[in-house]
């Protein structure tokens, strides 16, 4: 696992160059729809890509982009370019997310911020964030501080939105979900409510493992606090179809 860690650090600092270069005009253009349904864009296929050659020798690789690749015993569930919109905005809240699972069960999972350099890698009972900028890992820990949630297509759930307000509940909508999960020690709560896909949370849902969790078919709320875990449980499943 130590080397797919060192791979999954080159394919991520490559990317990162390339971004912060600045970015080329043409990786803004859009090449046609990927795997996952969304629009691909030049810098989607072309992380990809980074990824593909520096793991494409440790099994079968099932990306948003380009689909199935490459075999092998292990499936390595891949997400370029997490929250591309973002990037494409230039706002920086973007990154990269990867799970290698075998006989149905995640072995790790590796979440990079490329707009900052944050990374989290978990594997074998280590669970560490660093950065690609500096050396050395640390400890994730649970920030007993955290003042804001992250509610992930806040914009299509009005009345969510207005039993969180009666909550008191703060929160942003960054949109990229499995960075967004990545960081769900640090933040008050995270809650996604919409279509639920392999390569958005696979990684992230390993991550939060530990945290109180519920998942739906479309419908992800993850806390570090029971009380506030509840509350907003009841506030999303009352009365809503599908929610029952």
């Known amino acids: 696992m130590e080397e797919i860690f060192d791979q999954l650090l080159a394919a991520s600092k490559e990317i990162y160059r390339l971004i912060h270069l600045p970015m080329d005009e043409s990786f803004y253009e859009y090449q046609g729809f990927g795997a996952g349904g969304d629009r691909s864009s030049k810098i989607d296929l072309v992380a990809e890509e980074i990824f593909i050659q520096h793991l494409s020798s440790y099994g079968e690789i099932h990306s948003e982009e380009s689909g199935v690749s490459g075999a092998g015993e292990m499936k390595i569930i891949l997400d370029p370019i997490d929250g591309s919109d973002n990037l494409l905005s230039r706002f920086p809240y973007f990154g990269s997310s990867v799970a290698f699972i075998k006989d149905g069960k995640t072995l790790l999972s590796f979440i990079v911020n490329l707009a900052n350099g944050d990374f989290f890698i978990k594997y074998d009972g280590l669970y560490k964030k660093g950065s690609l900028l500096h050396e050395g890992l640390k400890d994730v820990r649970i920030n007993h501080h955290a003042k804001v949630g992250v509610f992930e297509k ?7 939105v207005s ?10 909508s960054p949109g990229a979900v499995a960075l967004s999960l990545s ?9 996604f409510v919409g279509e639920l896909r392999s ?10 493992e530990g945290l109180h969790l519920y998942q739906a078919s479309d419908l ?12 907003i449980k009841k506030v999303v499943l009352k009365g809503e179809d599908g929610y029952q």
Do not use: M, S, T, W
């Open 199 to 208: 390569y958005d949370v696979i990684a992230g849902l390993h991550q939060c």
């Open 154 to 160: 806040a914009y299509a759930n009005p009345h969510i």
């Open 183 to 191: 960081y769900a020690r640090y933040l008050k709560f995270v809650l």
């Open 163 to 172: 039993g969180l307000k009666e909550l008191g509940l703060k929160f942003r």
């Open 220 to 231: 992800i709320i993850v806390a570090k606090e029971r009380e506030i875990f509840d509350n």
